[in-house]
Structure formats: structure tokens, C-alpha cells
T-cell receptor, first 113, second 113 residues
């Protein structure tokens, strides 16, 4: 069964600090991996999308890495801001006709002043 | 583009009543997805359409749930009859291609009493 596991479940950091969120998956065959940010009460917003051949992708202060061999991804947030407080969801899609996606449970990040 | 539009934003109904959720995808997007999000189960894909045709409805929980897409700019998700366990946030998302970034609407928060 395809699974996406995220860690930690929740994280509290001080404003200005860096942090790294983890995503491990068993989805096969692999098509792509996406990181979404979901603010409370809103829909998820895409941060990055990576295919098999990409091992890093940045979007401002967000940098995602992918190791397709170990089936691991990380999302690094640099110089955190209060507005980074949100849930971060890792989503992995299959490389099949159905192209199904498996969602992680998310990491809840709280940035404190 | 205004993004994905969903209505209503909030819905409170009594058990046994029919509920209809509406979605307008981003113009030009060929794929439309319906998701349900709860604290217990996270984000779950219910059904998705390609060019108005339902492709995968394996996530639809029961026969009480039905979805239609009569044209490229409108979709509905209907629950009849509704039950308290259907209480959740229902998101609609659209994308250009199946495995590309999905753009989510603001969601409909449904409470069934």
C-alpha cells in the first residue's frame, strides 16, 4: 500500500530560525512529489513540485530536496517568519494512467516571535 | 483569473438533508478534483474529472455521494442523505495536467447536525 509519512507531526520555532520538515514515501512507480502549504481555514497552496530527475527546487525561502533512491524528501525553510505558521503537506503521485496521489498527514509549524 | 471558486463557504444542515457543494475551476484547466479533509483522516481524494468525464471515483465513500460536471466550468458534489460523519471541509481543485500542480479552492466547511 502506498504511504507518505511526514515528520515531525508538529514543530515550534522562533522567528528567524531555520527548520527542516521530512517526508518519506513508498509510492511506486514514482511520478512527482509536491509540497503544499495550508494556512488555517484555507485551501492548500503549492510550494514546489519535483520529478524523478530533480533533487532540489527552491521557491523563495522554501527549498525542497528529493532523494528518489531512498524515497525521502525534505522541505527547508530559511529565516522563518510568523506567516510561515501553517500545515505543510507532502503529496506523492504515481506514474500510472490513474496518476493517483497519496497525501501525507502534514506537519504543523508554529513560528513564534 | 479568480482561482478556483467554491460555494457555499459554510453549510450547516440537519442529518438526512440533501447537501450540494459547487465548484468553478480555473478556466482552461482540464482536470477537476474533489477532496475531503478531516482531522482524523487528513486530505482524501473523492473523485476527479478529465474534460468533464469522471475518471476515478474510488474515493467516494458511499452511494450517498455523487458528483457531476455538466460543463468545463462547473461541478457539483452532492450528499443525499447527509449524516453527521460527513462533517468535514470539502475542497475542489483544478489543474492543467493530471500530475501537475493542483490549485485549490477555499473549501466548503460542512457541518451535519
Amino acid at each position: 500500500k502506498n504511504q507518505v509519512e511526514q515528520s515531525p507531526q508538529s514543530l515550534i520555532i522562533l522567528e528567524g530560525k531555520n527548520c527542516t520538515l521530512q517526508c518519506n514515501y513508498t509510492v511506486s512507480p514514482f511520478s512527482n512529489l509536491r509540497w503544499y502549504k495550508q494556512d488555517t481555514g484555507r485551501g492548500p497552496v503549492s510550494l514546489t513540485i519535483m520529478t524523478f530527475s530533480e533533487n532540489t527546487k527552491s521557491n523563495g525561502r522554501y527549498t525542497a530536496t528529493l532523494d528518489a533512491d531512498t524515497k525521502q524528501s525534505s522541505l527547508h525553510i530559511t529565516a522563518s517568519q510568523l506567516s510561515d505558521s501553517a500545515s505543510y503537506i507532502c503529496v506523492v503521485s504515481e506514474d500510472t494512467n490513474a496518476g493517483k496521489s497519496t497525501f501525507g498527514d502534514g506537519t504543523t509549524l508554529t513560528v513564534k516571535p | 483569473d479568480a482561482g478556483v471558486i467554491q460555494s457555499p463557504r459554510h453549510e450547516v444542515t440537519e442529518m438526512g438533508q440533501e447537501v450540494t457543494l459547487r465548484c468553478k475551476p480555473i478556466s482552461g484547466h482540464d482536470y477537476l478534483f474533489w477532496y475531503r479533509q478531516t482531522m482524523m483522516r487528513g486530505l482524501e481524494l473523492l473523485i476527479y474529472f478529465n474534460n468533464n468525464v469522471p475518471i476515478d471515483d474510488s474515493g467516494m465513500p458511499e452511494d450517498r455521494f455523487s458528483a457531476k460536471m455538466p460543463n468545463a466550468s462547473f461541478s457539483t458534489l452532492k450528499i443525499q442523505p447527509s449524516e453527521p460523519r460527513d462533517s468535514a471541509v470539502y475542497f475542489c481543485a483544478s489543474s492543467l495536467l493530471l500530475r501537475e500542480t493542483q490549485y485549490f479552492g477555499p473549501g466548503t466547511r460542512l457541518l451535519v447536525l
